[in-house]
């Protein structure tokens, strides 16, 4: 099993351009998890889904980001347009149960 | 609102010595209280949660409602152990983790 699968592993774009960060999670999970990682504030929940329903989205930061889940094996973190600020580690999880969340290797985001 | 705060953003000691990564928390509920770790070039993984008790690795970690603490320990530090390790606290309303902001471990030989 390849767990959960992140494209791409980097992207570095420039400011105002769209950026799309894609997962697909573990066969069977039920829960899908998107999270920034960053120094100052380390890891933080944008968005979660179940059963591919978005369940969560107040730590989405602005308008310029939005997910989707169209089905149960895909998922898709958007940003438009980016900013410098945007600079992160994007992490995807996935879970049956709340707690215990497999997380995907992350893409690092590097907007100039 | 619930809040995780680890206050320590890297703990450094050497190989052999004790080790105590801080966690606090805040929630007007009932807690459910977990670690994660990040070890070097591998994903983030959960090391333990409270309800279990367990004892992976060598560590170990205690609920403390007076203190509203959750801190993670091992009595003999191994290099193996240098990694980035989150406190995460169970929101049972909505069904999801909030993590603290991570300690970063580095044992020393």
């Known amino acids: 099993d390849a767990g959960v699968i992140q494209s791409p592993r980097h992207e570095v774009t420039e400011m105002g351009q769209e950026v799309t960060l894609r997962c697909k999670p573990i066969?069977?999970?039920?829960?899908l998890f998107w999270y920034r990682q960053t120094m100052m504030r380390g890891l933080e929940l944008l968005i979660y889904?179940?059963?591919?329903?978005?369940?969560?989205d107040s730590g989405m930061p602005e308008d310029r980001f939005s997910a989707k889940m169209p089905n149960a094996s895909f998922s898709t973190l958007k940003i438009q347009p980016s900013e410098p600020r945007d600079s992160a580690v994007y992490f995807c999880?996935?879970?049956?149960?709340?707690?215990?969340?497999?997380f995907g290797p992350g893409t690092r985001l590097t907007v100039t | 609102a619930q809040r995780v705060t680890q206050p320590e953003k890297l703990l450094s000691v050497f190989k052999g010595a004790p080790v105590e990564l801080k966690c606090n928390y805040s929630?007007?509920?009932?807690?459910?209280l977990f670690w994660y770790v990040q070890y070097s070039r591998q994903r983030l993984q959960l090391l333990l949660r409270?309800?279990s008790r367990e004892s992976i690795k060598g560590f170990t970690a205690d609920l403390n409602k007076g203190e509203t603490s959750f801190h993670l320990k091992k009595p003999f530090a191994q290099e193996e152990d240098s990694a980035m390790y989150y406190c995460?606290?169970?929101?049972?309303?909505?069904?999801?983790?909030?993590f603290g902001t991570g300690t970063r471990l580095l044992v020393s030989p």
């Open positions: 409270h309800i």
């Open positions: 929630y007007s509920g009932s807690p459910e």
């Open positions: 066969s069977g999970h039920n829960s």
């Open positions: 889904f179940n059963n591919n329903v978005p369940i969560d």
């Open positions: 999880a996935s879970s049956r149960t709340a707690y215990e969340q497999y």
């Open positions: 995460a606290l169970m929101n049972t309303g909505f069904q999801k983790l909030v």
